[in-house]
C-alpha cells in the first residue's frame, strides 16, 4: 500500500521526514560548534525556530494562498517553470525543490544578517 492511498501526499512526507532527520543530525553533531548548552539546548532552540515557522506557515497561507494559485495555474497555462521541461520521479523533484528552497532561505537568512532594515536606526 502506498502513502497516497492512505491519504497522505508522499513529497510532504518526505520533506517532513527528511526535514526531522536533518534537525536532529543538527542537533547532535552540530555545524557550528560555538552554540552552548548541548543537545538539549539545541532541540530547545529548534523547537523555537520550528514553532515560529509554523506560525509564519500558517499566516502565509491565510493571506497568500490564493493568489498561489492563480499564479501556479497561471504558470501551467503558460508552460513556464522548472516542472514543465522536466519530468522526474517525485522523490528526486522533491529532493531537488528542498535542496533549491533551503538554499534560497539560507541566502535569505544571510541577507537578513547583512543588509540593514531601512527603519532600524
Known amino acids: 500500500m502506498e502513502l497516497g492511498e492512505l491519504g497522505f501526499d508522499p513529497k510532504a512526507v518526505t520533506a517532513s521526514v527528511v526535514l526531522v532527520a536533518l534537525w536532529i543530525g543538527e542537533a547532535c553533531i ?4 560555538e552554540f552552548e548548552g548541548g543537545v538539549k539546548r539545541r532541540l530547545l532552540h529548534g523547537a523555537r525556530n520550528l514553532g515560529f515557522g509554523l506560525v509564519n506557515a500558517a499566516v502565509l497561507v491565510m493571506l497568500f494562498s490564493s493568489a498561489l494559485a492563480a499564479v501556479t495555474a497561471w504558470s501551467a497555462d503558460s508552460g513556464i517553470g522548472l516542472s514543465q521541461f522536466v ?4 522523490w528526486l523533484e522533491t529532493l531537488l525543490l528542498f535542496v533549491l528552497f533551503d538554499f534560497w532561505m539560507y541566502l535569505w537568512h544571510r541577507a537578513n544578517h547583512t543588509v540593514p532594515f531601512p527603519c532600524s536606526e
Request: aromatic fraction near 38%; charged fraction near 0%; glycine fraction near 0%.
Open 30 to 33: 552540530p555545524f557550528y560548534t
Open 87 to 90: 519530468v522526474w520521479p517525485a
